[in-house]
């Protein structure tokens, strides 16, 4: 594949919008070999949804991705199931292409403690509203940087499902200091601590969030 790139200009009339913004990569068995190519030869205006869930994806192919201007009308990047580390992910953090991201999608990955704290620590993603982490490999480091982000202060719904968060995490989203425009959060399928769920079902803050879900209470709307 690497000899033809015809198979680009396939992919694109397969997967491009007839407006033009929407960009349906998934299922192409994309690699890191092909996320080069595909940051060399691929140049689309106006592009604000790509689709590049379920391929075959790792740290250097999004690092790959991260760099080029494809990215940099992005309004939305779905980059579920995958095999993104904490490389590629603190490589997209550090891009100056993903200013305009509104929804970041990277659940089922392999993201760990280093990715999050990219994640909060980016100067890029201030305009981020929805970023789903869901079953990776974060723990209480990761969680405590996320909750007491100052940079993803437009963020709303933040999934956390099936990660590896205990108390020290559990209590740092409780306050969510850096967290002010927070209005769902999901926390399902982590490490069972009464404690800590409990601190998150009395906290103050977290009871003015339109969703909470998190194991022993699965779903409570309205607040807590």
Not at 96 to 108: A, F, G, Q, W
């Amino acid at each position: 594949m690497a000899d033809d790139l015809g198979y680009i200009r396939k992919w694109l009339r397969r997967g491009r919008s007839k407006d033009g913004k929407t960009l349906d990569f998934s299922s192409r068995k994309i690699n890191n070999e092909i996320c080069a190519e595909l940051a060399e030869n691929l140049a689309l205006e106006g592009l604000e949804v790509l689709y590049l869930h379920t391929n075959k994806i790792k740290d250097e192919g999004l690092e790959e991705l991260a760099g080029c201007e494809l990215f940099s009308s992005l309004r939305e990047l779905w980059l579920y199931e995958n095999r993104i580390g904490d490389e590629g992910v603190k490589a997209l953090a550090d891009s100056p292409n993903v200013t305009k991201l509104r929804y970041l999608s990277l659940y089922t990955n392999r993201v760990g403690d280093e990715g999050a704290i990219a994640l909060a620590e980016s100067e890029y993603l201030g305009r981020l509203e929805t970023l789903d982490l869901s079953f990776n490999r974060i723990g209480d480091e990761g969680a405590i940087a996320l909750a007491e982000s100052e940079n993803l202060h437009k963020l709303k719904t933040l999934h956390l499902d099936g990660n590896r968060i205990g108390r020290a995490g559990m209590l740092a989203l409780a306050e969510a200091k850096g967290l002010e425009s927070l209005t769902h959060l999901h926390l399902l399928y982590n490490k069972m601590e009464p404690e800590g769920l409990q601190t998150l079902l009395d906290s103050p803050r977290l009871r003015k969030l339109e969703t909470i879900k998190c194991d022993l209470f699965p779903e409570i709307p309205e607040g807590c």
